[in-house]
């Protein structure tokens, strides 16, 4: 299949364009390089042995995207562009609702103008919300409590809405946990700008020398060790699960379902820490701090849904997670070249 990948330059877009190649599809980016350089595309190139498309596109332009349509014969798209910060979207909600939620209506809209109904969307187990039932199943109600999280939630709604109204549609919402790790070449990874929010890329920045050290928000939960815990899952692994979804689309019709893209386990910040302090041979030193505002003590997923119905299971373990973002980040320790 030829699928547009938006935000094809970002962390799991990027690597997800690798596995659509590498599975015989083909790819075309869309990114406006809001929160991504350029570099990654020569990178990806490289990797894949093949020059790739790529529009430099505001998606929230409605003429620049349908003219995306009319040059390029697509089968599909997987949609990942979008801003993701959860603290700077309570900062800046009008920013995230305008951005996000446009571009996925701007998108779809060309879509179905060009007859092309089969949509992957990046979702998130931010969805849940703070479920008291640790363990997420997708048929859990779905609610926010940041404004990214309200522009997945209605995005998913936009989504269910129009697969009920046209049954041509064939709709994939990918719920992630927590996607870590690199391409084990050491060559694409995570990049984040400026101060990193999630926990991984501020551990791999702490063991390159960038970082001090780590503050641990909270050791007083009702956790395994007190500190929180998340379901980690390999960057390698989440872009296999939108290859699988594509497969599943292209042989049932589902109309609109929802998947969890999640290991199953439950992994504690210090059991990351640990982890990674073995895969780098460095110390990571860190601080227990007070609670982050909004944080859920503990979840991950029940993926049984997609091992079931995607053939679909991660493969990599918290080793290897740890291995390959060492990799990346020792190999990139200013991140990507401007
Ligand atoms: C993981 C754990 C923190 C940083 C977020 C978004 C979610 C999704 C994934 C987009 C928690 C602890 C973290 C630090 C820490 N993003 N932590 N010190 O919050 O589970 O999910 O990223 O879809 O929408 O909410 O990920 O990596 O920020 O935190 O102790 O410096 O690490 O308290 O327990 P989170 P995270």
Redesign the pocket.
């Known amino acids: 299949m030829r699928v547009l990948v938006t935000g094809g330059a970002g962390y799991i877009g990027s690597h997800t364009v690798l596995q659509l190649l590498a599975a015989g599809h083909q790819a075309v980016i869309a990114d406006d390089f809001s929160n991504a350089k350029p570099s990654v595309i020569d990178r990806l190139e490289s990797l894949a042995g093949q020059s790739i498309p790529v529009y430099r596109v505001d998606l929230t332009d409605r003429a620049a995207t349908t003219e995306m349509f009319a040059v390029e014969r697509l089968d599909a798209v997987i949609h990942f562009a979008g801003f993701?910060?959860?603290g700077e979207s309570v900062a800046k909600p009008l920013s995230y609702y305008q951005n996000n939620l446009d571009s996925t209506l701007s998108v779809l809209a060309a879509m179905d103008a060009h007859n092309v109904r089969t949509f992957v969307f990046?979702?998130?187990?931010?969805v849940y919300g703070d479920n008291p039932v640790r363990e997420r199943t997708e048929d859990m109600p779905t609610t926010a409590t940041?404004p990214?999280?309200w522009t997945?939630v209605m995005s998913e709604q936009v989504l269910a809405d129009l697969a009920n109204a046209d049954d041509r549609w064939r709709i994939a919402v990918l719920r992630?946990?927590?996607?870590?790790g690199a391409h084990p070449s050491g060559l694409i990874g995570e990049d984040p700008s400026g101060f990193?929010?999630?926990?991984?890329?501020?551990?791999a920045q702490v063991a390159v020398g960038r970082r001090e050290k780590?503050?641990?928000?909270?050791d007083d939960?009702d956790t395994v060790d007190g500190?929180?815990?998340?379901d980690y899952i390999h960057v390698e692994d989440l872009a296999a699960g939108h290859i699988a979804a594509l497969d599943r689309m292209r042989a049932v019709d589902d109309g609109w379902s929802a998947w969890n893209l999640g290991s199953g386990d439950g992994v504690?910040?210090l059991a990351?820490v640990d982890s990674f302090a073995r895969a780098s041979a460095r110390e990571i030193p860190?601080e227990i701090?007070p609670?982050?505002p909004?944080?859920?003590?503990?979840?991950w997923a029940d993926a049984s849904k997609a091992n079931a119905e995607l053939g679909w299971r991660t493969r990599k373990t918290l080793d290897e997670m740890c291995a390959d973002s060492w990799r990346w980040q020792s190999q990139n320790p200013g991140g990507y070249p401007d």
């Open positions: 993701k910060a959860v990046s979702s998130s187990a931010t940041s990214y999280g997945k992630y946990f927590n996607p870590v990193p929010n999630n926990l991984m890329p501020f551990v780590l503050s641990v928000f909270g939960y500190t929180g815990v998340r504690s910040v990351l860190y701090v609670r982050r909004g944080d859920a003590p503990a979840y």
